[in-house]
């Protein structure tokens, strides 16, 4: 079974300070990887994914993920923060056959400070 | 505009009162699911569905029952809800077909069972 990991719960950080959010999966076979954004009473958004090709993804509003299959990991980042980012954030992987079922991490909220 | 619609948005309800969240995708999707949303939990699949009339168990079923007889919606119903199915609830459709798509999520259903 498919299990994900995100070891950061909250995360405080100032505006302009770079971000980094962990994400770890387990899974014997090939997966897709996404990262969702969840801003406050709001739906899920897809921020990047990851289905094939280059390990370093690009998403929207600067955010960036980078698959290191050897490590199962598929950590966010941003260089610079913004009170905006304020969120949380969400790790999720499925199988690229069958039931699409996404597996979540328990997310991460991440606080801005202006 | 693609949209995931979920109605209503938020209820309150008594314990073992039937009810129904409805779930509609203008996107043509074969793919749609159900999740429910939970503290420290993220999301969890409920059931989900790869086509009409085709409707399977994700991995929190008890309580809940959907169905799909058209392509477009998937309701999902509890049938004697309990309040530990308090909880936000969350649809999603993608195209299906392992095309490798994203899933699209609806703005959710916020549950309150007394």
């Known amino acids: 079974a498919q299990s994900v990991s995100q070891h950061n719960h909250h995360v405080i950080l100032s505006e302009a300070a770079s971000l980094e959010l962990g994400c770890n999966y387990s899974y014997g076979g090939t997966v897709n990887l996404f990262w969702y954004v969840q801003y406050p009473g709001q739906h899920l958004q897809l921020l990047l994914k990851?289905?094939?090709?280059?390990?370093l993804v690009k998403g929207i509003k600067g955010f960036e993920a980078e698959f290191i299959k050897s490590k199962f990991s598929f950590n966010l980042r941003k260089p610079s923060v913004q009170w905006s980012d304020t969120a949380e954030y969400f790790c999720a992987v499925n199988a690229p056959f069958g039931n699409e079922k996404l597996t979540f991490g328990t997310g991460t909220r991440l606080t801005i400070i202006p | 505009e693609a949209q995931v619609t979920q109605n209503p948005r938020y209820l309150i309800t008594v314990t073992g009162k039937k009810l129904t969240v409805t779930c509609s995708q203008n996107?043509?999707?074969?793919?749609m699911s159900w999740y429910r949303q939970d503290p420290g939990l993220g999301l969890r699949q409920i059931y989900y569905s790869m086509n009409v009339e085709v409707t399977d168990k994700g991995d929190v079923p008890e309580g809940y029952k959907v169905s799909r007889k058209e392509k477009r919606n998937f309701p999902l119903i509890l049938e004697s809800p309990s309040p530990n199915q308090t909880s936000l609830y969350f649809c999603?459709?993608?195209?299906?077909?392992?095309?490798?798509?994203?899933?699209?999520f609806g703005d959710g259903t916020r549950l309150s069972i007394l």
């Open positions: 990851y289905f094939s090709g280059d390990p």
């Open positions: 996107m043509n999707h074969e793919y």
């Open positions: 999603a459709s993608s195209p299906g077909d392992s095309r490798n798509q994203p899933q699209h």
